[in-house]
Structures are given as C-alpha cells and as structure tokens.
C-alpha cells in the first residue's frame, strides 16, 4: 500500500516519516510487536537496550523496575528483585531480535515472551518504521 510523506513531530523527536494509510483492524494489526524480558542487573538492562536499538532490532526499549519475581526454580520458590524490558519492534525483526537477545542475556533460561500489537497510532508506527530501517549508504 503507497502512503503519502509527511513531517510530523511526536513528542520531542521530530523528523519526516512517511505516511501510513487509515489506521482500522486490517491495516494496524500485526504491524507491531511487544516483547519483555527480565535480567537481575541494571547495567544488563541497559546493555540489551542500546544495542537493540543500536542494531536497529527495535525501536525502543523501556526499562522498569526493579521488579520484584516470584517463581519456582530448582524445586523451590524464589523472590528476586529484576529488571523488565520492553522490546518494541517490526514484525521483519522479530527472528534477529530474539536471537540477539538469546545470545546476550545473562540468565540460563530467559523470558522471552512476544505479542502483536491489535492496534496502534499511525505517527508512532511511522516513526517506528523510520527509525527501525537501517539508514541508506
């Protein structure tokens, strides 16, 4: 589908992004991913987010915590203190992003957990295509 170009500014950052058609359940679904995961350091968090970003494997990722885990590992339950990321990213990255992913994190058994987004606003898909594209030669 051909879209029009459009500058639009979303926030603080601005830039020219191309145009996405009318948003509606046919042209917004599936368009977009979420994925979280969790690491028990900071620096860890902080380490798996810029390089996706950087790699162009997603277009952001937030960091929150720390969180507090509870689960069961090694036949006993554990409370941890971690950190979650949140993996935004497009569908075309979600094999690399994973992989990258698996091969960085810290723990023996990472979460990986990926949704599709039902819906979302056009100028922040439009940014998010523009920004997750690796730049021209």
């Known amino acids: 589908m051909k879209g029009f170009s459009s500058t639009v500014s979303i926030g603080e950052v601005k830039g ?11 042209t917004t679904l599936g368009l977009m991913f979420i994925a979280w995961t969790t690491v028990a350091r900071r620096a860890d968090a902080e380490s798996l987010a810029e390089g996706a970003v950087e790699l162009r494997l997603a277009a952001c990722v937030q960091i929150e915590g720390p969180v507090l885990s509870c689960y069961r590992w090694a036949g006993k339950i554990e409370r941890t203190e971690e950190f979650r990321l949140c993996f935004k990213f ?25 949704l599709r987004a039902a819906d979302m606003g056009e100028k922040y898909l439009s940014w998010m295509k523009a920004t997750s594209s690796n730049p021209p030669l």
């Open 16 to 26: 020219h992004f191309p145009a996405l058609p009318a948003s509606g359940p046919q």
């Open 90 to 114: 497009l569908p075309e990255q979600a094999e690399a992003l994973a992989t990258w992913v698996q091969e960085r994190h810290p723990y023996e058994t990472p979460e990986w957990i990926v």
